[in-house]
């Protein structure tokens, strides 16, 4: 059974950065899938962050391109991201979730997810 | 404002069916699949439709996906309480190079 567990801190300060980890069980990172990290704002809908591939490749948001890096571990099956700097429109829920074996398609499952709020 | 657009809220009675509708453009829904997910309150989304019709593992045959043109579609048959949730549809943007996501729907079982 596959499953994923975000962890990291979750009070970051503006300016700040923000590095998230995504503990992978039940399957290799290595695996023939994308790996996705997706957020929620607090009260709002969904959007993406971007992809990582085991072969290194990456895919990010635009629209935060310049600030956001996944990379990952696989010693130890984790994804990592890292967001900065961050304000105060960056407090959000983080997921992470397996993509397909193809790009751009974030399919299941999805961690828990993890509450990161950005305030001094 | 999402790229995508979906209705705010539905809602029916238990045992009846609904449509949730996700509309885009030829960049986006047009040219790519479409992916549903359901989010029950205070849990994380899950996959319930992938490449527009495909139903996962473990999913029930009362959900179902649709594709026409630029638009999609989730219907829901034999509504339980169970099922209120929100709904989100998804699908790659060409033109924003980005995966991109409806807004959500909150499907009330009246």
């Known amino acids: 059974q596959v499953q994923l567990q975000e962890s990291g801190p979750r009070l970051v300060k503006p300016s700040g950065t923000l590095s998230l980890t995504c503990a992978v069980s039940?399957?290799?990172?290595?695996?023939?899938?994308?790996w996705n990290w997706v957020r929620q704002s607090p009260g709002k809908g969904l959007e993406w962050i971007g992809e990582?591939?085991?072969?290194?490749?990456?895919n990010y948001n635009p629209s935060l391109r310049g600030r956001v890096t996944m990379s990952m571990d696989k010693s130890t099956n984790h994804l990592s991201l890292t967001l900065s700097p961050v304000n105060a429109a960056d407090t959000a829920m983080y997921y992470c979730?397996?993509?397909?074996?193809?790009?751009?398609?974030?399919?299941?499952?999805w961690g828990q997810g993890i509450l990161v709020t950005v305030s001094s | 404002q999402s790229v995508l657009t979906q209705p705010p809220s539905v809602s029916a009675a238990p045992g009846q069916k609904v449509t949730i509708s996700c509309s885009g453009t030829?960049?986006?829904?047009?040219?790519?699949?479409v992916s549903w997910y359901q989010q029950l309150p205070g849990t994380a989304p899950k996959l319930l439709i992938y490449?527009?019709?495909k139903r996962p593992s473990g999913i029930r045959d009362r959900f179902s996906g649709s594709k026409s043109g630029t638009s999609a579609t989730l219907g829901i048959t034999g509504l339980q309480t169970g099922d209120e949730a929100d709904y989100y549809c998804?699908?790659?943007?060409?033109?924003?190079?980005?995966?991109?996501f409806g807004g959500g729907t909150k499907l009330t079982v009246l």
């Open positions: 998804g699908t790659w943007d060409s033109s924003l190079s980005a995966v991109v």
């Open positions: 039940g399957v290799s990172i290595s695996s023939n899938n994308w």
């Open positions: 490449d527009n019709d």
């Open positions: 030829r960049s986006n829904i047009g040219n790519n699949y």
């Open positions: 990582i591939h085991h072969n290194g490749a990456t």
């Open positions: 979730a397996r993509g397909s074996a193809l790009p751009s398609s974030v399919d299941d499952p």
